[in-house]
């Protein structure tokens, strides 16, 4: 038998002023706004694979761009993992000191077993804000101390128009959807937002750097039909669940 759930219950668990963020004017009853807020749970899970594919693709460029740009300098390593993330030269790290901070964390969380001490277990312990700190100015050919990421990871985006395929287009593109990442992440209201727009926004980075990815996540996402269907098909589910009155 299915436990049903009152209203007042949603309210306790979720708040008044959360669940009120789903109502709009007009609405025919509570069941509207509990219907938004599945549709959106919907949304956030929709989103997570372009956003796991874009996030990652992205980090694994300049990664391996700043593997080769320092391959050939004298570097010793701060918490011994082999990696030019935690690198110094001549005693100075690579990184700006916030990143430096963020790699040092992110080494303590590896914690003290040496099989977790590779380059590949820090990657993974990083932001996506750490990666996106990464192509600020401080990360170009011109500050010799540090690992030079830029413009040499600009070849990292081949599918980027060239008028954009260079430092600042590239960093205020995936800015905004590490913003809209965290939305997704954090259980904020995405149902109102331009949801087509960020869907059209995934698509168009993941294409800068893997063409034919992006033209499967295309192919295989259902976000567009979830977006136009808007919350309707999901007042089923949220009557069958709730008790109102």
Not at 125 to 137: E, H, I, R, S
Not at 146 to 157: D, E, M, S, T, V
Not at 224 to 239: E, K, T, V, Y
Request: proline fraction near 4%; charged fraction near 25%; aromatic fraction near 8%.
């Amino acid at each position: 038998m299915t436990q049903l759930l009152s209203y007042s219950d949603l309210i306790k668990a979720l708040s008044r002023s959360r669940l009120e963020g789903y109502s709009v004017q007009g609405d025919a009853d509570s069941i509207d706004a509990v219907s938004r807020y599945v549709w959106n749970m919907r949304l956030a899970s929709a989103f997570l694979p372009v956003l796991h594919l874009v996030e990652v693709s992205f980090r694994n460029a300049l990664y391996v761009t700043g593997t080769h740009s320092t391959r050939n300098r004298r570097l010793t390593f701060r918490n011994r993992i082999a990696c030019w993330l935690d690198a110094e030269e001549n005693g100075v790290p690579l990184l700006e000191q916030g990143e430096v901070r963020e790699v040092n964390a992110a080494a303590i969380r590896l914690g003290r077993d040496h099989r977790r001490k590779s380059a590949g277990h820090l990657v993974g312990q990083l932001t996506f804000g750490f990666w996106v700190q990464l192509c600020n100015a401080p990360y170009e050919q011109g500050r010799r101390s540090g690992p030079q990421l830029w413009p040499a990871a600009a070849a990292a985006f081949p599918g980027c128009p060239k008028k954009k395929r260079h430092r600042e287009a590239i960093r205020r593109l995936f800015n905004d959807i590490r913003i809209f990442r965290n939305r997704a992440l954090h259980h904020a209201p995405l149902w109102d937002q331009h949801l087509t727009v960020e869907n059209e926004r995934l698509l168009e980075a993941l294409s800068w750097m893997n063409q034919d990815l992006s033209s499967a996540a295309q192919h295989h996402c259902a976000i567009a039909r979830l977006i136009s269907d808007g919350h309707a098909p999901h007042r089923d589910l949220a009557a069958n669940l709730m008790r109102f009155g």
